[in-house]
């Protein structure tokens, strides 16, 4: 969906956040998140993943890839619970770092909420910014901090009150 010719850091260019069929099924290493972008370094796809609860969430709210497109006005943070994808300010976030976004987030949104942010170095256009989830996991290599700080895009928070999907076997699923 992005050519050649697109700036990394204009409007056109996207930022794919997706996570694979065994996340938050419970097999080992099934937590990744796999983030997606045009590198604003390299003018080249830049990919990479990151652990943690964020992808397990975002299975279990019904999800398994956002896109984010164009820019936002002023800057924003997604919120996601279960079935309600919500746009919401995120004036009040911009200039503080990825981990106290979080904690920030984590303190007013519903509990069990898992936070990918970015901090000054996004913000900044910083070309290989990476944003962090869980205060401790980043998706590095891909520049997608920038890219999310180029269209005012602070955070995305995903919540879900429903549990992991049930497998059809779910014995064969363990034994396997």
Same mark, same amino acid.
């Given at each position: 969906?992005?050519?050649?010719?697109?700036?990394?850091?204009?409007?056109?260019?996207?930022?794919?956040?997706?996570?694979?069929?065994?996340?938050?099924?419970?097999?080992?290493?099934?937590? !990744?998140?796999?983030?997606?972008?045009?590198?604003?370094?390299?003018?080249?796809?830049?990919?990479?993943?990151?652990?943690?609860?964020?992808?397990?969430?975002?299975?279990?709210?019904?999800?398994?890839?956002?896109?984010?497109?164009?820019?936002?006005?002023?800057?924003?943070?997604?919120?996601?619970?279960?079935? !309600?994808?919500?746009?919401?300010?995120?004036?009040?976030?911009?200039?503080?770092?990825?981990?106290?976004?979080?904690?920030?987030?984590?303190?007013?949104?519903?509990?069990?909420?898992?936070?990918?942010?970015?901090?000054?170095?996004?913000?900044?256009?910083?070309?290989?910014?990476?944003?962090?989830?869980?205060?401790?996991?980043?998706?590095?290599?891909?520049?997608?901090?920038?890219?999310?700080?180029?269209?005012?895009?602070?955070?995305?928070?995903?919540?879900?009150? !429903?549990?992991?999907?049930?497998?059809?076997?779910?014995?064969?699923?363990?034994?396997?």
């Amino acid at each position: 969906e992005v050519g050649h010719d697109v700036d990394p850091l204009g409007p056109e260019n996207i930022v794919i956040f997706a996570i694979g069929a065994l996340t938050g099924s419970g097999v080992p290493s099934g937590t !990744r998140t796999e983030i997606t972008t045009k590198h604003p370094l390299t003018l080249h796809i830049g990919t990479g993943n990151t652990g943690g609860s964020w992808g397990p969430y975002l299975k279990h709210a019904g999800y398994e890839t956002v896109i984010v497109r164009n820019r936002a006005e002023k800057p924003v943070y997604i919120f996601i619970d279960d079935d !309600r994808v919500e746009v919401r300010d995120a004036s009040y976030l911009w200039g503080k770092d990825a981990l106290v976004t979080t904690d920030i987030l984590s303190k007013e949104l519903p509990p069990k909420v898992a936070v990918i942010a970015i901090g000054p170095g996004g913000e900044n256009l910083v070309r290989y910014a990476c944003p962090l989830n869980d205060n401790f996991h980043v998706a590095g290599r891909t520049g997608a901090g920038a890219v999310m700080g180029s269209k005012n895009f602070k955070a995305i928070a995903v919540r879900s009150s !429903r549990g992991a999907p049930e497998p059809a076997r779910p014995e064969e699923f363990r034994n396997v």
